[in-house]
């Protein structure tokens, strides 16, 4: 950590910033400055930290607007400081790291994303240590002077995680977010020890540029025996989409009945780009390896990979909005672009 490291702290909510409403018991957001008067431990970093605040929600209302808010705020502020702590509530807070970590391409700076289990004026929360670590990375260079972390990246419970590699993962324990198909990029005991080659780099020298236009006309449809053709056409007989992801069993597969096959064949002929996404969190998406994945191959859906729902929710979005050619949005979801996928 430099100490002349400057840090923008992001807010926009999620339990972290909440207290509980004294009539109803519910846990409501708080504002920014009753939020930072139960942190004094931050005026001790021998750092400059900057705040700014949008308007505290609980994570389950963000929209892809704040995802353009974000990643224009950190566009504009780019130059100004050394690294940007976003505080986020959990229950999306994966989304909007992979989300970011599109839109924001050749970041050579950290952006890191945490949040708390439980609120940070309640004596046993996790808040304070999660903040407090989020920031010192934020702030941390190597020999050279250059930010050790240069992507999006999510701080919860100690230890550091690729944000689009990121899930919730539990609803009560303090170690809700989970990385589990890449090792964490960093673990913090007494030290804070980088897991160099986890991280990720640029290897060109462009200049940061953001990408601001998400196209969120797309829909996930999750596979369960039983499941009834002819309710789907119902479903998406009049549904304007552009993309669906279809979240299958273990590597790939689904059902191999014909009027099921006829039907994302059908969706598939519409122009709708559908990408196989498993259920399963750990592993990948290997299609023809068994039967019941060789026909979705054939029919032209694109294998997700490993890459958890949040990030292909996020990249498909980034790349329909993003490109025209539908041909070309199906050859970059198989790339790696950022780091989301293993190969
Ligand atoms: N509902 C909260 C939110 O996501 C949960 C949390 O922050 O842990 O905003």
Redesign the pocket.
Known sequence: MRSNSKILLIYT????GMMQDVKSGDLKPLDFNQLFEQLPELKRFNLDIDTYTFEP????NVTPDLWVSLATLIFEKYHHYDGFVILH?????AYTASALSFMLENLKKPVILT???LPIGVLRTDGKENIITAIQIGADKDVNGESIIQEVAIYFEYKLFRGNRSIKYSANHFD?IQSPNYPPLAEAGIDIEYNKNALWRNTNTNELRIYTQLCNEISILHLFPGIDVKILERQYKDLDIKGLILRTYGSGNAPTQKAFLDFIKYLIDKGIVVLDVTQCLQGSVELGKYETSKYLKDIGVISGGDMTLEASVAKLMYLLGKEKDWNKVKDMLVKNLRGEKSY
Do not use: K, L, M
Request: hydrophobic share 25%; charged share 10%.
């Open positions: 909510g999620g339990t972290i929600i609980d994570s389950s509530g959990t229950d999306t807070i949040g708390s289990q809700a």
